[in-house]
């Protein structure tokens, strides 16, 4: 149950400041700014315990925002909570900045007077608090109809979905959105590997329809599989394992639980319908081959190589390759074959741009550092190589298989609907060591 | 080019918005720097300076800096001041002592030494200053004292140096080296340059107190010097002085200079006296400023002044107004004032001369005590109002105190217990009073007052058979209040068990009613407690034999028979038995009153220098006894313990564990039974008595360790044989001791019989593994020794102590030690320790009184040859006749006064009770001073006896 929630601008000012219960008094914002937005030694636990108060704290740009408690709550849950505000707000405003933050503080109250009940979560979906929080101001007042639409909405069974929504065309858009998380060895060996992956739909359909989603999931189509042997081997290679997954309220848990058949009433609008986690049978896009050779005390050099490892007609976006330099590094001098490379003395590291690459290639960057002697005995610690790309499709091996929509009131039918799916696989932490 | 301009570069114009882009904009700064000062490129000296003092503040700002350093070096060797400036700042800031440029640095420190160039000179002295590390210290700590004395230097360098010098000998005194110069550091004191004298002043001030005799001619040039400062008239000293006092930290400087030395010869003592006067009277003119720095700077070199006078403590006159003038800052507005005034004057009760003239601001400073707001201001007073307590006043203060103490802040109440505590039996004239004020304050400050203030009013009153009956009485009437402090349970349980029979003939106070009176406190105290008043009701049972019917009933009660806690069964069980089997004449003897305690230093008044630290307290108390000995003669304790060998904790002092068996002090109630049975079947020679409140008397583990731990660690180190030496005089202590393992003993004998507990600490954060300690005894020990042991766990935790308990039987003499063999598994290592466990012939001695003929008569009965040993050997120690007192005693035997006819001879006589037999044994030292010799002889009924203890006695001296 969170006690109290406060957001805070860099130099740590109080931005909002909203207190849901007794025991958490008006030093308590003092404290965190005190012990971690000032503390001397950067704070890197999101979870500071000060006092037996416990403050969760995320950051967005230059924004903090810090959930108190002096309970011993769920922190999964108060993060969740968290980054569901981020997104409400951001859904609002924009932008979490400072400046929208001021302007719209009004606003930002009236929400946490919404989402969180006396500590308690509430209804954080976005679609639902749209109909009731409006930015528009003053609006002309609501007929007693439409008022107590929104009350049995809000307070019924289906709290996402109003009634009576109407589309000329009914569409929808499927986005998979995947991670792909790597720390690999010099000489190749995968160390870890992981892929966190969304399904985010966005939905423009009338009525209250019935949706049904299916994918590629091992466990589902080894049960369909069992009737005809032949399939299994064929449809056994394309099938992928989920380690874990979570859903959209809107999903009906129980028959998950019971079909593995993901059934549900969309909200109208974005919304993400699962969350899930892959570790087996990776498709790791790109391979790092670092090659480092100190000469002498004071020269280094560095020859990185990188290879796609995707079908040659697709085409990864937004490469970007980061070599750390020693903290000595006097003066550094690049050669890459393709897009463009840069010492950046801020960051200490060499950062290589290329803007696209196909599939099944391979590109070369070497760098000459020059490192300045010093009476520092400490060794450099070479920090691993990491890298940031897009590319499109799904590392993980996850394949949207059908999605069906059923709405028996309304005439029209599944074939009606236009789907839309696309894949987008992304850098989480891609590191290689060197 | 300033710092203030370099943090405009390095932090940008507008603020960085956070620490990421801080660190960002500072590494992008320091690869600039890095690629200026890659070596192929010559930096101009400017730019050398602006970078070296960017990375200065990139390093100030908390960011590591490794590199950079050859540049400041560089620097240093530049002509430009401002170069030179920020080299020397860098280097000493940063550069750390074990740095390989540190040649290099001292070199270059060396040549601007010598090159007469002030300000050069200045900035070399201020940064060996500033740095003042061992290595400094080492390269220059011989240059710095010619730079000093030399006729030609500069005042301002002169000044530095001083300074310098004064920083080198403050971290390595050693290394600088004392010579000539000192005599003419002593003339720096006539120097024109008032700057030169002050920084001259903290110098020799320093010197002076190690080598007071080197400095010695300081004082006449000090006292001139501030009769010079303190004649003139404000506006002579110029730019020295500071709102219109002349030079005041001069003053005060020289004023403490003054105080390392005794009050000067009578030449020299009449103008320091007209100084002080001087600085009295000026004290009485009014302000020539109502600034605060004015009064500050004024009453700064007056408190000084005081202080001095203070010091000397020979010139009444000065000391009387000293403190008169104290008194006037008692009332002043000015906080820090009135404490100031509060803190002198604490010191100057402790003058003989001026000890009247502070008694007469008492009303002043009770008044300050009342009224007062600061919390600090407040505890001074108190401490002034002990301080200044006689016999004359002591009712008066101890009564403020008492109704201060309801009021007083929680963390001075125990302190404010204390005193009262010892100021009530200091100056105690009639003894009710005194029973009076202690119970008083076990009423009002209940938690604060500590165990020893209650075992004290126990002492007192067993000690004195003219209160018993009032102090009866007065606790009966106090543990009547519906509720009492826990403290005022014990006392008074203890009390109502010895003397509860004085007030028993009052029908208000029938023993029924005094039972029944404590037994309704029972239920809400702590065991301990309980403990204590279960042994009350053994001892009513013997008091009142008509109300032992009701005591059995309450003993026999499930809820103490078998009560969770060991101890509180363990005592009923026992005296349940005891008061159904035993016949009255038993009860009667094992009951009897307690005899009187030995008179000591009071423990409270340990408790108390313990809790101030030794420094302030003792002075007084030392100063304080000295006078007040005559007045109170008699409660004054003699310290006659005081130095005996060691000092046990005070709680079981009080009872008499420590330093060995007082006589007729009573042995511990059996824990374990054994020892109770030996009471039953040796009814007649048993002088045991039961002490309510004696399992203090128990070796409980934490008084052990605590004892242990306080044991000097170094004693490991000497050789097994003496280790068993130190444990001849002694039961407890450390037996041994490594980086694994401390092994702690603590024993107790009774004539044959002994238990002894053995504390092995793991010192370690590691287990010990399969922790095996075994005895080891040869044959022949085997059979005149009985020892059982039970094994103890085989693993001991990182950290952890186990104990393990040994019962000793002596069936016949010996002479050999028991091994203790140890094996354990540390890490992967197999350890194995031996050590002789110190278990004597002498353990099993009980101590007997006799008077000069019967000694004789004894010792011409064992006239024959061989039961007589002598032995004539060199004293090892010191001639103490106070510490061979407490060995002798500590040895085990009686020590008998006014036996021998040479007084400056000892005489003991003891037995040694083995089980086949008690061997008679008399001892006699004679103590040669001028020789430095001793001649021991013993007669003992048995020769190997003799023989054994004369050995393990020649040993101690």
Known sequence: MIGGLFIYNHKGEVLISRVYRDDIGRNAVDAFRVNVIHARQQVRSPVTNIARTSFFHVKRSNIWLAAVTKQNVNAAMVFEFLYKMCDVMAAYFGKISEENIKNNFVLIYELLDEILDFGYPQNSETGALKTFITQQGIKSQLTKEEQSQITSQVTGQIGWRREGIKYRRNELFLDVLESVNLLMSPQGQVLSAHVSGRVVMKSYLSGMPECKFGMNDKIVIEKQGKGTADETGKSGKQSIAIDDCTFHQCVRLSKFDSERSISFIPPDGEFELMRYRTTKDIILPFRVIPLVREVGRTKLEVKVVIKSNFKPSLLAQKIEVRIPTPLNTSGVQVICMKGKAKYKASENAIVWKIKRMAGMKESQISAEIELLPTNDKKKWARPPISMNFEVPFAPSGLKVRYLKVFEPKLNYSDHDVIKWVRYIGRSGIYETRC | ?957
């Open chain 2, 1 to 957: 080019m300033c710092v203030a301009d370099t943090a405009r570069d390095v932090s940008g114009n507008a603020h960085c918005k956070s620490k990421e882009a801080e660190i960002k904009r500072i590494n992008k700064e320091l690869a600039n720097i890095r690629s200026k000062f890659k070596g192929d490129k010559a930096l101009d000296g400017y730019s050398k300076k602006k970078y070296v003092c960017k990375l200065l503040f990139i390093f100030l700002l908390g960011h590591d800096i490794d590199f950079g350093h050859m540049e400041a070096v560089n620097l240093l060797s530049s002509n430009r001041y401002t170069e030179k400036q920020i080299g020397y700042l860098f280097i000493s800031v940063l550069v750390n002592s074990n740095s390989e440029l540190i040649r290099l640095i001292n070199n270059a420190i060396k040549n601007d030494l010598a090159s007469r160039n002030p300000t050069f000179m200045g900035l070399a002295l201020h940064c060996i200053a500033n740095v003042g590390s061992r290595e400094m210290a080492e390269a220059f700590a011989g240059e710095i004292p010619k730079i000093l004395v030399a006729g030609d230097t500069m005042d301002s360098v002169k000044q530095s140096a001083a300074l310098c010098l004064l920083r080198l000998y403050r971290t390595s005194p050693d290394l600088v080296p004392m010579g000539d110069w000192t005599s003419r550091v002593v003339h720096l004191l006539n120097d024109q340059h008032l700057g030169v004298v002050t920084a001259a002043t903290s110098l020799i001030t320093t010197l002076a107190q190690k080598n007071p005799e080197e400095f010695k001619t300081s004082v006449s040039l000090a006292v001139s010097r501030l009769s010079r400062i303190v004649t003139s008239a404000s506006t002579d000293l110029q730019d020295y002085t500071y709102y219109f006092v002349p030079a005041p930290w001069l003053s005060v400087k020289l004023l403490r200079l003054l105080q390392c030395y005794p009050p000067p010869d009578p030449a020299v003592r009449g103008r320091l006296t007209e100084c002080l006067e001087t600085i009295l009277n000026k004290a009485q003119e009014p302000p020539k400023s109502k600034k605060v720095q004015h009064s500050n700077a004024k009453n700064a070199v007056l408190f000084e002044a005081i202080s001095l006078i203070i010091h000397h403590d020979s010139e009444p006159n000065l000391l009387v107004r000293a403190c008169n003038q104290l008194g006037q800052f008692l009332q002043h507005r000015e906080t820090n004032l009135r404490y100031l005034a509060l803190e002198s004057m604490c010191t100057l009760a402790s003058s003989e001369f001026s000890h009247e003239a502070v008694k007469t601001h008492i009303e002043t400073v009770i008044n300050a005590l009342k009224t007062e707001r600061d919390v600090s201001v407040r505890q001074r007073a108190v401490d002034l109002l002990y301080a200044m307590c006689d016999r004359s006043n002591a009712q008066q203060i101890v009564a403020e105190m008492l109704n201060y103490l309801e009021t007083a802040d929680y963390s001075i109440r125990e302190e404010i217990v204390l005193k009262v505590a010892i100021l009530a039996e200091k100056y105690a004239v009639d003894y009710t009073w005194y029973v009076d004020t202690i119970l008083n304050l076990i009423r009002i400050a209940g938690d604060y007052v500590s165990e020893e203030v209650w075992y004290r009013v126990i002492q007192i009153v067993i000690n004195r058979d003219d209160v018993q009956g009032y102090a009866a009485k007065t606790v009966f009437e106090a543990l009547q209040a519906p509720a009492c402090h826990e403290n005022l349970v014990k006392v008074g349980g203890y009390i109502l068990g010895e003397f509860g029979n004085l007030i028993a003939g009052d029908p208000r106070s029938s023993p029924l009613i005094q039972f029944n009176l404590l037994h309704s406190k029972f239920h809400l105290c702590s065991v301990p407690t309980r403990a204590l008043l279960l042994s009350t009701y053994i001892k009513f049972v013997n008091l009142f034999p008509e109300i032992k019917t009701t005591i059995q009933d309450v003993l026999r009660s499930d809820s103490q028979l078998k009560n969770a806690d060991v101890e509180l069964q363990q005592r009923a069980v026992e005296y349940l038995r005891l008061s159904t089997i035993a016949s009255t004449d038993i009860l009667a003897t094992v009951l009897e009153e307690m005899p009187p305690f030995p008179e000591r230093e009071s423990s409270i008044l340990a408790k108390l220098k313990k809790k101030k630290g030794p420094s302030t307290v003792t002075d007084l108390e030392e100063t304080k006894k000295e006078r007040s000995a005559d007045m109170n003669g008699g409660t004054e304790p003699a310290p006659v313990n005081a130095s005996a060998v060691s000092t046990p904790s005070p709680s079981a002092d009080l009872l008499g564990l420590g330093t060995g068996p007082p006589p007729n002090a009573a042995p511990a109630p059996a824990s374990s039974g054994s020892l109770l049975v030996d009471v039953f079947s040796e009814p007649a020679s048993a002088v045991t008595q039961l002490a309510p409140g004696s399992q203090e008397n128990f070796a409980s583990p934490d008084l052990a360790s605590s004892e242990l731990v306080s044991e000097e660690p170094s004693e490991a180190a000497r050789g097994a044989d003496e280790l068993t030496h130190k444990f001849v005089c002694k039961n407890n202590g450390v037996l041994f001791e490594n980086q694994l393992l401390q092994i702690g003993l603590k024993s107790e004998f009774r004539q044959n019989l002994g238990r002894m507990f053995i504390f092995y600490g793991n010192k370690t954060s590691t287990q010990f593994l399969t922790f095996t300690p075994t005895l080891i005894c040869s044959d022949e020990l085997q059979s005149n020794l009985n020892l059982q042991t039970k094994p103890v766990d085989p693993t001991v935790d990182g950290g952890a102590q186990v104990q393990q308990v040994v019962n000793i039987e002596c069936i016949s003499d010996f002479t050999e030690a028991p091994v203790l063999n140890i094996q354990f598994r540390y890490g992967g290592t197999f350890q194995n320790v031996s050590v002789k466990l110190p278990i004597t012939l002498n353990k099993f001695f009980q101590p007997t009184e006799m008077a000069s003929q019967d000694f004789f008569q004894r010792w011409k009965q064992l006239s024959n040859p061989q039961q007589e040993v002598q032995n004539i050997f060199k004293a090892k120690h010191p001639m103490d006749p106070e510490i061979t007192k407490a060995k002798i005693i500590g040895f085990g035997s009686a020590l008998l006064e006014e036996v021998d006819p040479n007084p400056a001879n000892f005489v003991g006589a003891g037995i040694i009770h083995t089980r086949t037999a008690q061997i008679g044994c008399l001892l006699r030292l004679e103590p040669n001073l001028q020789a430095q010799m001793y001649r021991l002889t013993l007669r003992t009924s048995k020769e190997t006896v003799s023989q054994r203890l004369c050995e393990l006695l020649s040993e101690q001296f």
